[in-house]
């Protein structure tokens, strides 16, 4: 399957979330490619990073415009998982990602501006849904705060139910050190923890797999 990372702030985390599932996936077994489509070159970093501290190799390519949209599909077919992290904002590369993927991810700090510019990301999903009806599209709260009495997370939730495409997924991932150490280390870091169910509920702490599962949602 592809994956596909997109937003329309930088900053969002989509090289944190690449890098993670890409990892994931290819320590699962699976034959994993993870692509870098933005020029900035992170993810694409970040493998190479793994390879020279000869930790478990995650294979790698930077394609971007016309060769990115030609390649992509013969690529994948080579792999089971493709993952692919864009640059920010609206983009050649994010429209092959939407015609391509399987499922679309979009990280959001749960913070005002970045909630109001996911209207700019649903309208270009729900026009990809058009022509790539099986696709998944998530957005998905990053660097939340781990303090239950915090409550942007909860207004951002609100705020996004307006959306006609996007479905705002049930985890969130929270702001932590370890993150920003694991990217550039060529390492992945995954602490994630699902939405309180309910008010005064503590946070479950979860490893991977809601990440895996949130990918793998078949409907
Ligand atoms: N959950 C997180 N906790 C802490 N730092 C994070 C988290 N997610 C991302 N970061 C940091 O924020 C910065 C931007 O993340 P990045 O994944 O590069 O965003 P994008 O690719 O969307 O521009 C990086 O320094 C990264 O390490
Ligand atoms: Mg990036």
């Known amino acids: 399957m592809i994956v596909a990372m997109i937003a329309e702030k930088g900053g969002a985390g989509k090289t944190v ?37 000869r930790l478990p190799p995650v294979d790698s390519t930077s394609l971007y415009g016309e060769a990115f949209a030609r390649q992509i599909a013969a690529l994948s ?21 939407l015609r391509t993927a399987g499922c679309v991810i979009a990280p959001l700090q749960p913070a005002g501006v970045d909630v109001w510019t996911m209207g700019l990301v649903d309208v270009r999903v729900a026009a990809a849904l058009e022509r790539n009806p099986g696709l998944r599209p998530w957005a998905l709260f990053n660097r939340a705060s781990a ?17 006609a495409a996007l479905r705002v997924a049930d985890i969130r991932i929270c702001d932590r050190v370890a993150f920003r150490r694991a990217l550039t ?35």
């Not at 077919?77 to 990602?97: F, H, K, L, P």
């Not at 303090?147 to 942007?152: E, S």
Request: aromatic share 4%.
């Open 77 to 97: 077919s080579r792999y089971d998982d493709a993952v692919i992290d864009t640059g920010a904002g609206d983009s050649a590369e994010m429209e092959t990602a």
């Open 147 to 163: 303090n239950p009495r915090n409550r942007d997370e909860a207004e951002a939730r609100a705020a996004l139910q307006g959306c």
């Open 185 to 219: 280390a060529g390492r992945r870091c995954t602490s994630i923890r699902r939405a309180p169910a309910g008010r005064g509920r503590r946070w479950r702490r979860c490893t991977s797999s809601p990440l895996e599962n949130l990918t793998r949602t078949a409907e």
């Open 17 to 53: 979330l690449a890098t993670g599932l890409a990892g994931m996936r290819s320590s699962a077994g699976n034959r994993t490619l993870l692509i870098d489509a933005d020029r900035q070159g992170s993810s694409h970093y970040w493998a190479q990073t793994r390879s020279e501290l």
